[in-house]
């Protein structure tokens, strides 16, 4: 029997990935359930859509009637939660919309799939699934240590987003400890690769370099980061949900620690070999321009992914070098998908000033 998944936020970043990985690549049916904010975008769905194993609905996660009809028709064996708000700047500027979506959201979301789940016959009971996809910006800063972000790290948020995602989490484990719904939580490090939304630093550099314009570095660039190329990450999410244990956390990362700056200067000798620019115009790395930091912003994230390799078997297949030269890549030849979103809502500028 073909199982059944509701994926939130499928229209997302990581969401599309998750959806285009569940259609190809195994027997699962999809129900995608996004309200289509600014960041998604159904187009990155463009090659499952006509699957008969999908279906996506437009729908805001804090709907709950709506979300009670649709568990009540789908009938599904999991839930993968990814819908959330998730640019720290943004977070800045408008924190109220990240508290509503990804703390209100998720208490619906854990609402619906507790009423549907009290209702199953025990064996489909036993094995519905929660899943909720996190991040490991809950930690906070690992400034001044070698120390790697494990399952049992004290949260420490620093940001409005990394708070509400914090918040978020401890709602999930509440519902399983209080009303025993069996959830799985994921705390996954920095994503990149195809299809990713030009607010953030990786498209966001690959298009303003395309374009000419500065290519903007916070502080002097030595803020680090673990990077996860996003189909990776879609293997291991699924890898959890089908195989993970109820109540556990598993952090997932790509073991790819790199300076902002040095991830600025790779994707400029990249487009350098790729795209040269006119010879008088010199290397993309002469566009490379130092601003302000953000406030409040952490100096290193680090994942230490042992236990899902261990427990689950997951690896990334990707280097940083592999991933980010196929991420380039994809940037150069599907122009159309990009200049639609920067003609749409989007506009590449500076968020999160406080003043």
Not at 3 to 16: M, N
Request: with cysteine; proline share 5%; glycine share 8%.
């Amino acid at each position: 029997m073909t199982q059944r998944i509701i994926v939130t936020g499928g229209a997302g970043f990581i969401g599309s990935a998750v959806v285009r990985h569940l259609i190809d690549n195994t027997d699962v049916s999809v129900l995608n359930i996004d309200k289509l904010t600014y960041a998604g975008n159904t187009e990155s769905l463009a090659s499952v859509a006509g699957s008969p194993r999908y279906e996506f609905q437009q729908v805001d996660i804090c709907d709950t009637a709506t979300l009670h009809e649709l568990f009540a028709r789908f009938q599904p064996d999991a839930v993968m939660h990814l819908a959330a708000e998730s640019h720290v700047d943004r977070s800045i500027d408008s924190p109220s919309d990240f508290i509503q979506t990804n703390i209100v959201g998720t208490y619906s979301m854990l609402e619906a799939s507790r009423r549907y789940w009290s209702g199953l016959a025990a064996e489909q009971k036993q094995g519905f699934r929660f899943h909720h996809i996190s991040t490991d910006e809950v930690y906070g800063d690992l400034e001044g240590t070698d120390d790697l972000f494990t399952e049992t790290t004290p949260y420490e948020p620093s940001s409005p987003y990394s708070a509400s995602k914090a918040g978020s989490d401890h709602l999930v484990r509440a519902w399983h400890r209080t009303y025993g719904l069996p959830v799985l939580v994921t705390n996954c490090s920095n994503n990149y690769g195809p299809f990713h939304f030009p607010e953030k630093l990786i498209p966001h550099v690959i298009l303003n370099a395309i374009h000419g314009q500065p290519l903007p570095v916070y502080g002097d660039g030595s803020q680090i980061r673990d990077w996860l190329f996003v189909e990776d990450h879609a293997r291991a999410l699924f890898e959890v949900v089908s195989r993970g244990t109820v109540g556990e956390t598993y952090n997932i990362g790509g073991h790819n620690e790199k300076r902002n700056l040095q991830v600025v200067e790779t994707i400029c000798e990249l487009l350098d070999e790729l795209r040269p620019r006119d010879e008088e115009l010199g290397s993309y790395k002469e566009l490379i321009t130092f601003v302000t930091d953000r406030p409040g912003h952490d100096l290193r994230y680090a994942i230490d992914a042992s236990k899902i390799e261990r427990e689950l078997g997951w690896r990334p297949q990707e280097t940083f070098e592999s991933g980010l030269l196929k991420t380039v890549q994809w940037y150069l030849d599907n122009q159309e998908w990009w200049q639609r979103v920067l003609n749409g809502e989007y506009r590449p500028e500076r968020l999160g000033h406080i003043g």
